[in-house]
């Protein structure tokens, strides 16, 4: 692979003829590769090369096999973080490492989850990526209103800044996404330097974080492939200095919902793509996230979606499958769920409120993950707000899909 960053921070990058045109993510989704060009927009032109290396790597990594050829050299460090996390030689290297920033972003989309990391940082500056069309690639996803999103988190009166990109565009299947998780994070990383950054904070909870969650393994997941500080992803932004903070990596979507609905940005809490004027309530996150909210309320569902509806199809099927500890913990604590569309999964679940306690507290090892310059104030917030699990919940945490 060799990649290119023209001004105005316009990436291309041309295949090696070991590369593949279908790859994988860090989670093994398979990816078909659609363009070799995408932009970052709103960044500077003369961030450190080994922050332009790691964004490019977001982009490209799936389709990159032996090596990667960068357009100015990179340090020792980073070239090292890629050949042992992906068996790749990466080059020309050179350049001094970065010296890591003093200050936390966030990582801003506006959902629950990233809320609630933004309250628990309330002086953070938030970094917002916001998707915009592609000049040589049709939108095949134009419901996704980045507007909307955008013009919430402006709303929010914290330091902001927006980044536009459409490296989304680079997949071809199933639809516009990220090439990597991580791809979300190319404009937060060329905006270290400017805004100082030695660490970036991200929403990714419990589920996402220990317990396998989105769309692979659904266990207990310590060396997590995507999330985890200390694995692949984690050193290769350290050898950047922009280390990677979970401030909520330790708790549930439950007490992610109930902080972002606590504080002083609920107004601006959108996790719907969708929307105009508020939540479209007919997609498949909206009843997700309507299960979880009515739990966290203790209210009835209202949802306009039934049982018939595609939407509803995956959180029926029989388990295992991704999100499950929060449907349980919802089918627990949501009145009157026999009368729903959940109806029918009942039987598949112990929905007995202490079944699922341990997800209203925090699991203690997240936040020793959490770097040393940020550590100390989110253990105060959650010791505070939300609470650390027994030994007992632990354990429950800790054995995670694998009984």
């Known amino acids: 692979m060799r990649v ?85 030689e990466a080059g020309p290297v050179g350049a001094e490492p970065r010296t890591p920033g003093s200050r936390l972003a966030i990582s801003y989309s506006g959902g629950a989850d990233s809320v609630a990391a933004a309250t628990i940082f309330p002086d953070a500056p938030f970094v917002h990526f916001r998707r915009v069309a592609h000049p040589r690639v049709p939108n095949r996803w134009p419901h996704y209103r980045s507007d909307v999103l955008a013009k919430l988190a402006a709303q929010t009166g914290r330091e902001l800044s927006v980044v536009t990109s459409d490296l989304e565009y680079t997949l071809a299947e199933p639809r516009p996404g990220y090439p990597e998780h991580h791809a979300v994070a190319a404009g937060a990383l060329l905006l270290a330097d400017r805004l100082d950054l030695g660490g970036l904070g991200f929403g990714y909870e419990m589920g996402s974080r220990w317990l396998g969650g989105g769309r692979y393994l659904w266990r207990f997941t310590p060396d997590n492939p995507m999330w985890s500080p200390h694995g692949r992803w984690g050193r290769l932004f350290a050898a950047a200095g922009v280390h990677i903070v979970l401030p909520v990596g330790g708790v549930s979507e439950a007490v992610t919902m109930r902080v972002a609905l606590g504080s002083p940005l609920r107004d601006q809490v959108r996790w719907c793509l969708r929307g105009t004027d508020g939540p479209c309530r007919t997609c498949a996150k909206c009843l997700y996230k309507e299960l979880i909210q009515a739990a966290v309320e203790r209210r009835p569902l209202d949802t306009p979606i039934t049982a018939d509806r595609p939407q509803a199809r995956k959180y029926l099927q029989k388990p295992p499958y991704g999100g499950q500890e929060m449907i349980q913990y919802g089918l627990a604590r949501v009145p009157g769920i026999e009368d729903t569309l959940f109806a029918p999964v009942l039987d598949h679940f112990d929905v007995s409120e202490a079944a699922t306690s341990w997800l209203e507290r925090c699991y203690p090892p997240a936040l020793d993950e959490i770097p040393q310059p940020w550590r100390a104030e989110a253990a105060a917030f959650v010791e505070a707000n939300v609470g650390l699990m027994t030994e007992s919940e632990v354990a429950k945490v800790e054995s995670w899909g694998n009984a």
Do not use: M, Q
């Not at 295949?15 to 995408?38: F, M, V």
């Not at 970052?40 to 790691?54: I, N, Q, R, T, Y």
């Open 4 to 88: 290119t960053w023209a001004p105005g921070a316009s990436l291309s990058f041309r295949l090696d003829p070991e590369d593949e045109i279908t790859g994988r993510a860090s989670d093994e989704y398979p990816i078909k590769l659609a363009i070799n060009s995408c932009s970052v927009g709103g960044v500077p032109d003369d961030a450190h090369p080994d922050l332009f290396a790691v964004a490019a790597w977001t982009v490209v990594a799936p389709w990159t096999r032996k090596r990667i050829t960068f357009d100015r050299a990179v340090s020792a460090e980073v070239a090292r973080a890629l050949h042992d996390g992906w068996g790749v």
